[in-house]
């Protein structure tokens, strides 16, 4: 929930709020055909409370497959390598809740960040006594469809 009285070049007012989260003991492939079905390229970790943990983009799990696919193990054929990797937790893969903004952030700030860090989201979140909460996410492509058919100049 976006709270009241933010101005209008502000994060919250470009946010996704409606998100599909992961948690940090999900399993890699679960999460993997989530992104596939969904058509998505990042999920938020959150825990059991909606403490944000990190997230998870699609290029993490694509590169821990390529890591099973390459890995030199004569020992352990393909198909037990990539198993073991689609087995394994969320939290083992995930990004650090780095890519985080919070939602009175101004808009030309998250611009610099997107670009400079190459993310392409950003976790939206409201700070708590109990931890960082997520209410949504906002994306590079949110961004462009703000400046492309807004036609807005504010950043």
């Known amino acids: 929930m976006i709270p009241a009285g933010f101005p ?3 994060v919250a007012h470009l946010l996704r709020q409606h998100v599909v989260k992961t948690s940090p003991d999900q399993t890699i492939g ?3 055909e989530v992104m596939r079905l969904g058509r998505l390229r990042a999920l938020p970790v959150v825990d059991e409370v909606g403490t944000l943990c990190g997230s998870l983009s699609f290029v993490d799990c694509c590169d821990l497959i390529a890591r099973a696919l390459t890995e ?3 020992d352990r054929p393909l198909p037990d390598r990539l198993d073991a990797a689609l087995a ?3 939290e083992a893969v995930m990004s650090s809740a780095d890519e985080i903004e919070e939602a009175e952030s101004d808009l030309a700030t998250v611009v610099g960040r997107l670009g400079k860090a190459r993310w392409g989201h950003l976790c ?3 700070a708590t ?4 909460k997520l209410i949504g ?3 590079e492509n949110d961004l462009l469809r703000h ?3 807004d036609g807005s100049a504010s950043l």
């Not at 006594?129 to 960082?132: N, V």
């Open 8 to 10: 209008d070049d502000i």
């Open 30 to 32: 679960y999460v993997v």
């Open 137 to 139: 996410l906002l994306t």
């Open 72 to 74: 030199d193990t004569p």
């Open 124 to 126: 939206v979140i409201h």
């Open 88 to 90: 394994l937790p969320v």
């Open 147 to 149: 400046l492309m058919v």
């Open 129 to 132: 006594p109990e931890g960082p």
